[in-house]
């Protein structure tokens, strides 16, 4: 009997592309070579983040299963994890995040001028990456993507404290700062795996269905994650003012009282145990089961679109992955 994804760990899930892989973190410790000694210690700092690499095994699963694993999947999943590690330096200092991965965030070592353009550096060395492919497809469509990273956490941004948020504008939010990433990589893997439109358009939709519900799930864990499993600052939407899918909908559940008092703590600063417990903790739970729901049926639906990639096994493992993303605990 075959485990469940649930039942195995990621590096169970990611067997099969272990050698290309190796050779993505190979790729990528070429490219982290500062051009002055004193940048150093900050991307040696940054290099310990690297996490799950989800994205790029996304990449690498995506290629395997259209049936052609070219050289320019090995650049192309580099540049989207060196993307994602842009995202994280800048994310971190405007959540006002303390830790990561059981360390400092840059900015709390170095400051924010420094990991500010410590971002920015990465940014700019994926992008330099992406344009030396033999065409610009690449280049094209990460420019498109980081767009909409940054189009979707300027929105978060400018739309903190507000408690009014409306679920459909979330969705466009993450749809931005996190799925456009999971989507463009998909896409391109499907490109250079040389799939056609309609394969490179479901291959699209799993990645930004996938990144849909991977911020779901982080949403979710901010709340009631365990922080010493997660290793890095939980709390932080709630004590921020961030609105998520989890209190959007403990908001809409709350007679009018309540929903003032939830209003009240809502970006104050309290710690997030002020909706575990009290009034809220019951709702809450409400919430998070919905939640858990559409996570779920997120998952399920960027699994069905991947019945277009004609290699079974590869796409069986994609799978695999793409379900273990809703079970994650961290």
Not at 142 to 147: G, S, V, Y
Request: aromatic share 6%.
């Amino acid at each position: 009997m075959t485990p469940s994804p649930q039942a195995l760990d990621l590096p169970q899930l990611l067997a099969s592309i272990a050698e290309p892989m190796e050779a993505v973190n190979q790729w990528l410790a070429q490219q982290y070579q500062p051009e002055s000694p004193r940048l150093r210690p900050l991307v040696e700092h940054v290099r310990q983040f690297k996490g799950k690499q989800v994205r790029a095994a996304q990449v690498l699963l995506i290629a395997q299963g259209c049936g052609k694993l070219s050289p320019e999947h090995i650049p192309l999943a580099g540049v989207v994890e060196m993307i994602h590690a842009a995202t994280l330096v800048h994310d971190d200092l405007l959540d006002g995040a303390k830790e990561r991965r059981g360390l400092d965030c840059t900015h709390v070592k170095w400051g924010a001028h420094a990991s500010v353009l410590l971002g920015d550096w990465i940014y700019a060395k994926a992008f330099q990456r992406s344009t030396e492919f033999s065409d610009q497809t690449c280049a094209n469509e990460l420019a498109r993507a980081t767009a909409a990273v940054c189009l979707g956490e300027i929105s978060q941004n400018l739309s903190c404290k507000d408690f009014e948020l409306d679920e459909a504008e979330y969705v466009d939010q993450i749809d931005g700062k996190t799925a456009a990433l999971f989507e463009a990589g998909s896409r391109l893997a499907a490109f250079y795996g040389g799939g056609d439109k309609q394969v490179q358009d479901a291959c699209a939709r799993h990645g930004l269905l996938a990144g849909r519900a991977f911020q779901m799930m982080d949403d979710l864990l901010d709340l009631v994650g365990d922080q010493a499993s997660a290793k890095k600052s939980l709390g932080t939407d709630w004590a921020n003012g961030k609105m998520t899918l989890p209190l959007i909908r403990l908001r809409e559940m709350l007679p009018v009282a309540a929903r003032q008092r939830l209003a009240a703590g809502f970006g104050s600063g309290e710690p997030r145990a002020a909706l575990l417990q009290g009034e809220f903790a019951e709702p809450l739970e409400v919430a998070l089961t919905s939640c858990r729901l559409e996570i779920s049926n997120a998952l399920e639906e960027a699994c069905q679109v991947l019945s277009v990639l004609p290699v079974a096994e590869a796409r069986d493992c994609l799978i695999d992955l793409t379900r273990f993303l809703g079970s994650r605990n961290r």
